[in-house]
Each structure stands twice: as structure tokens, then as C-alpha cells.
T-cell receptor, first 114, second 111 residues
Framework: EAQVTQNPRYLITVTGKKLTVTCSQN?????MSWYRQDPGLGLRQIYY???????DKGDVPEGYKVSRKEKRNFPLILESPSPNQTSLYFC?????????????FGPGTRLTVT | GQNIDQPTEMTATEGAIVQINCTYQ??????LFWYQQHAGEAPTFLSY????GLEEKGRFSSFLSRSKGYSYLLLKELQMKDSASYLC????????????FGRGTSLIVHP
């Protein structure tokens, strides 16, 4: 089944404790992206990747890192999480960002930082 | 950058028709996506418009006017399961072609 998976789905952590949220897609998509979603603010892009070893900042990159060593995986790293990073996070992938290719979203990771 | 405006919330009755509007301002334009998102779930793709006019897909249709910076999503024969948030996402021409999401319109369908 074609899908985007994220792990963990739920995470409660403390300020400053490094964490990684994994994202994997099995559709051989070139483009991958991370979003955070907060009430009243909608989906905001954190980082994106056009292809392997090509990553770039989105609209709200501060406090996050990403890597794209393989086509299928695009982990999101929070080196020192803070309470303002409490949010619902979505990973997405698309065959390509050009053309009419839609994004497929993972199920989401609900992160709470205390 | 892009300015995207959608109503925050709408209510409608089961079986009715509802139109969700989206206006946008972009430095260029290369298509507009609509996504549906049920509470606590991931967004799912509904439609894509790049040329002016109406695209129909079953009970859902999407309209685009590039000159007016305007799109709408039309939902017919509303069902309770259509209660969700609807996200408008225009895409700028050139640069990275990445769509920017509006804040979404929460649609509540009641019996």
C-alpha cells in the first residue's frame, strides 16, 4: 500500500531533550516536506527536500534540522525542544513539486514539550 | 510571498450545497490545490486547478479565476462526513513551486 509513515504518533518530552521524528514513504517520491499545524495558524512548512541530499528551509525552520540521505526517509530533528514547539507535525511527499502532483501526508505526530 | 484568505468557519445542512471561497495574492501563480482535513487526521487531496474555469469531480467541484485571484470549492448534496476543514493552497510560479496553505475553512454539516 502506497503510504507515508511517521513515528512516533504521539510524544511527550521535556525541554532540551533531543528527539527525532521519522518519516518514510514507499512511493519513490522525489519531494518531501515537514509541516507543523497549530490552531488558527494552519499548516506551516518547516523544511523541504527536492531530492536526496537537497534540503531547504521553509517558513518556520528555527529550532529544527532535517536530513535526506535516502530517497524514502526524511527525519525531523529537534536538537533542543522548547515548549513553543508543541504542535501537530505532518510529513508529506510528492512525486515532484512541479506539475500537478499532489502531496500525500503522513498520519501526523502530536508532540508535547513540557 | 502569498496572502491567502478563507472564511474561518461555515455551517450548512445535510443535503444542501455550500461554496467555500479562497482569495489569494501571489507574486506569480502556477495552480491551486484544495485539500480536505478531518479533525485529527492528515490532509487529503481534493482538486487542482491551473486554468480558469470549473473542474467537476463527483459531488465536489473547484473553480478558478486567475485574473481575480479567486477560487472556490463547491460541495453538493452535503453529507455529515463532509464536516471537515478545507484548505486552499495556491502555488507561485518560478522559484520552488511549493504551495502555501491557507488557514483552512472549518465546515460543520448538521442534520
Amino acid at each position: 500500500e502506497a503510504q507515508v509513515t511517521q513515528n512516533p504518533r504521539y510524544l511527550i518530552t521535556v525541554t532540551g531533550k533531543k528527539l527525532t521524528v521519522t518519516c518514510s514513504q514507499n512511493m519513490n517520491h522525489e519531494y518531501m516536506s515537514w509541516y507543523r499545524q497549530d490552531p488558527g495558524l494552519g499548516l506551516r512548512q518547516i523544511y523541504y527536500s527536492m531530492n536526496v541530499e537537497v534540503t531547504d528551509k521553509g517558513d518556520v525552520p528555527e529550532g529544527y534540522k532535517v536530513s535526506r540521505k535516502e530517497k524514502r526517509n526524511f527525519p525531523l530533528i529537534l536538537e533542543s525542544p522548547s515548549p513553543n514547539q508543541t504542535s501537530l507535525y505532518f510529513c508529506a511527499s510528492s512525486l515532484s513539486i512541479t506539475g500537478i502532483h499532489e502531496q500525500y501526508f503522513g498520519p501526523g505526530t502530536r508532540l508535547t514539550v513540557t | 510571498g502569498q496572502n491567502i484568505d478563507q472564511p474561518t468557519e461555515m455551517t450548512a445542512t445535510e443535503g444542501a450545497i455550500v461554496q467555500i471561497n479562497c482569495t489569494y495574492q501571489t507574486s506569480g501563480f502556477n495552480g491551486l490545490f484544495w485539500y480536505q482535513q478531518h479533525a485529527g487526521e492528515a490532509p487529503t487531496f481534493l482538486s487542482y486547478n491551473v486554468l480558469d474555469g470549473l473542474e467537476e469531480k463527483g459531488r465536489f467541484s473547484s473553480f478558478l479565476s486567475r485574473s481575480k485571484g479567486y477560487s472556490y470549492l463547491l460541495l453538493k448534496e452535503l453529507q455529515m462526513k463532509d464536516s471537515a476543514s478545507y484548505l486552499c493552497a495556491p502555488r507561485a510560479v518560478g522559484g520552488s513551486y511549493i504551495p502555501t496553505f491557507g488557514r483552512g475553512t472549518s465546515l460543520i454539516v448538521h442534520p
